[in-house]
């Protein structure tokens, strides 16, 4: 249960996440550019981050994931925005919008974090972007955490241990995660998915690992929006992590 830590977080004075300054929970000067890439994976389906697993950005992640600083929601759905604009653009072209669909939490990570803190953040970005979330998979059993593990032990790990609804209407889907390192939890998604009926089109995450780096060194063209903003909007992000 993490009543007292949100109480907190609403009542003491925000500080960076990376460098400690006060006003905001991750400064904008602590907060890399935007730039979605191309992902390199073994394995389908095709992957866009928003950006390397690495500096701020990891410290933010860490920080919403697994200290439950919520207030970093929004800073982190807005990377995971531009991720799945561009998974949009590139990978649904000619169908259909597609449906976003998280990654599910397991029951014991849920309630350690007070939440699905994927769930939250693709519930903000859907609406931003045009497009509708549908929680279509869930976990079954229990695995091993994944830290430390080899690709070929995580794939292990995660073999057939998701399952789909079936299949609703003709809309594709855009399998959404926070971070990827091997691509072995995004390949069950898309299996699940796809033995359910449903038609990947492919993922977008906020973050790869320096593991997985994009393929491609050219960025994606996009106004780099996490750094460069007016002080109007500066006001309104510090009264938003309030």
Known sequence: ???????????????C??????????????RPDSEPKPVALPSPPPVVAAGEYGGGLRSALLAYKERGQ??????????LSDAVDVGHRQ???????PLLVPVPSSRSAARQRGGDHLLRLVAEVAPQNGLDVLPALRLLGRGRDSAGLSAAQRSANLSHRMRAIPVLGGRPVLIVDDIVTTGATLTEASRALQAAGWR?????VIA?????RPRHSRPVA?????RHVSAGQIQDEGLAFT
């Open 200 to 204: 990947v089109s492919g993922a977008a």
């Open 1 to 15: 249960m993490r009543l007292l830590p949100d109480l907190l977080d609403l009542v003491l004075p925000s500080r």
């Open 91 to 97: 990978f649904c072209q000619g169908e259909p919008a």
């Open 70 to 79: 919520r207030a970093l929601a929004g800073p982190l759905a807005a990377y």
């Open 208 to 212: 790869a690992t320096p593991l997985r």
């Open 222 to 226: 996009l106004p780099a929006r996490r």
């Open 17 to 30: 996440v990376c460098c400690g300054r006060g006003g905001l929970p991750w400064c904008l000067d602590c």
